[in-house]
Structure formats: structure tokens, C-alpha cells
């Protein structure tokens, strides 16, 4: 049974004895102190009121006590959280840029022979006397002495380049990568190399350019 119906069952049985006490009384009352039924009813009326409040106060306040002591209900606990999914996993890293292969350029440009053919040399001049392979457009003082060095000195050996030999001479030109293609040195050669002379050819042997 809980505190609460006990103590609703103590303050029910106060009552009664209160009610119990006031009969005695008003019996008394009457019979041996003589009163008249009014007076004597309306004292134990009283009576049973007084002790119906006292009563309870001193008899049931231990369950009263007991029943405001109680602990509360342990309030249940949350279920623990469902765990975590797993973190996906980290991305695989990006390769590293494969580093230049050997032999090539910035420009993707091949160093050296492996690209195209190189080009039949020569040891010196002929006769002892190189062209001026100057008056082809794009061939400086620079770019002269370095293709002599590569053993090419007149128009007739840079007029028979094929594709592959430009290709070889424009990769191996040192800081001048290309040049040969760009300016179109094989035409400008042919030209020369027939007797020919080209607009810039003419600047180059009148003095205005070099």
C-alpha cells in the first residue's frame, strides 16, 4: 500500500475516535453532570471537530513524515547514442606531377639526337670560306658562330634539311630552340643557295642590318 493510502487510512480512523471521544462525553454530559441534551450535544460536536484536527496531527504525522521523505522515482536514464558512423575514410592523396623525363625542355621540346636526324656536318668551309649565313632572317652573328660549331657553314647544307633534320637542329639549338622552323631558314636558304637574294638578304649586304 502507498504512504499516501496509509495515511488516508490514519486521518479516517482520528476521525472515528474523535467521533467516539464526543459520544462518551455528551453521554457523560447528560447523565452524570446533568446537562440538557442541546448544551452537551453542541460540546461534543466541538469536541469531535477538535480532535479530528489534532488528532490526525499527532498520530499521523510520523506517516505524513514518511510518505514526504520518500525519494522521488530515479528518473530513468537516456539509452546511450547509437555510436558514431565510421568517418569515411581520407581521399587517397594526388600523385605527385611526374617529374620532366630526361632530355626534354620546358617547352616539351626532345634534347639532343633523340629527336628527329641530325643532318649531314661538314669538318670546315669549303674552299675555306663559309657563307654568310646571316643574310637568312633569324641567323645572327650568335647563331652563326654555333651552327658553324655544329659544322654548318653554306646555304646548300641548310637548303637539303629534310623534316626530320630541322626538327634535330631546331632541339639542339641551345637558347634558340625552333628558330630554324619559325623562320622558315630552309626556304630562305634555297634562295640564297641558287644565287638568290631575298628583301632581307639585300638589308643584310647593303650594311643596315649587322
Not at 26 to 35: E, Q
Not at 63 to 74: C, E, N, Q, R
Amino acid at each position: 500500500m502507498s504512504n499516501g493510502a496509509i495515511g488516508y487510512t490514519c486521518r479516517q480512523k482520528t476521525w472515528a475516535l474523535a467521533a467516539v471521544l464526543a459520544v462518551l462525553v455528551l453521554v457523560l454530559l447528560v447523565t452524570l453532570a446533568g446537562w440538557g441534551l442541546l448544551p452537551a450535544l453542541l460540546v461534543a460536536v466541538l469536541l469531535c471537530v477538535l480532535l479530528g484536527f489534532v488528532l490526525p496531527a499527532i498520530l499521523c504525522g510520523k506517516a505524513g513524515d514518511t510518505a514526504a521523505a520518500a525519494p522521488a522515482a530515479p528518473v530513468a536514464e537516456p539509452a546511450p547514442a547509437a555510436a558514431p558512423v565510421a568517418a569515411a575514410a581520407p581521399a587517397a592523396p594526388e600523385p605527385a606531377p611526374a617529374a620532366d623525363a630526361p632530355g626534354h625542355d620546358k617547352g616539351g621540346a626532345q634534347d639532343g639526337a633523340a629527336e628527329g636526324r641530325k643532318p649531314g656536318t661538314l669538318s670546315g668551309p669549303r674552299g675555306g670560306k663559309a657563307d654568310n649565313l646571316k643574310e637568312i632572317k633569324g641567323i645572327g652573328p650568335k647563331l652563326e658562330t654555333m651552327l658553324n660549331g655544329m659544322g654548318f657553314y653554306h646555304f646548300d647544307q641548310i637548303a637539303g634539311w629534310t623534316a626530320e633534320e630541322v626538327a634535330w637542329v631546331d632541339a639542339n639549338l641551345t637558347g634558340f630552340r625552333g628558330r630554324v622552323s619559325r623562320d622558315g631558314w630552309v626556304a630562305q636558304a634555297g634562295v640564297l643557295a641558287a644565287g638568290g637574294e631575298t628583301e632581307f638578304s639585300k638589308r643584310v649586304d647593303d650594311g643596315d642590318v649587322y
